[in-house]
């Protein structure tokens, strides 16, 4: 199965997010990306559709947001 | 692996939403609850924490609200 990419930013709800993600569809399947971290980044995830942090982008191209942590706008400062 | 939960209420948003976690997570491992044909699980979803559906209530207990489809007061009518 292509990955899943889950794109957090730190915040504490993207951290108790990834652990909900990673123990449901496991940790081989998902690609986790720290976009305050890598900011190259950024542009792919709003290319796929990203709104705001943590979302789960699918192996479908389905950007999946995840309760709310933080909007893209705050992440990029 | 105790089931997930999916509490949806029937919107275009949370059937595409189903369709990705079902896709994610396999359908053994996920009962799919649709809150607006069945009112009287709406009391235990409320108590699990959720806001608005689609939601995905994990085996730890944790509710992630999953994009936003419609508040809980919109299914309760």
């Keep these: 199965m292509k990955k899943s990419i889950f794109y957090h930013a730190g915040c504490p709800v993207c951290l108790s997010a990834e652990q909900e993600i990673i123990s449901l569809i496991g940790a081989s399947n998902v690609e986790i990306v720290h976009l305050g971290e890598d ?5 792919e995830a709003e290319n796929a559709g990203i709104k705001s942090v943590p979302a789960l982008l699918t192996p479908n191209g389905n950007m999946l947001h995840i309760n709310y942590g933080a909007s893209i706008a705050d992440v990029k400062g």
């Design 39 to 43: 900011a190259t980044r950024i542009g």
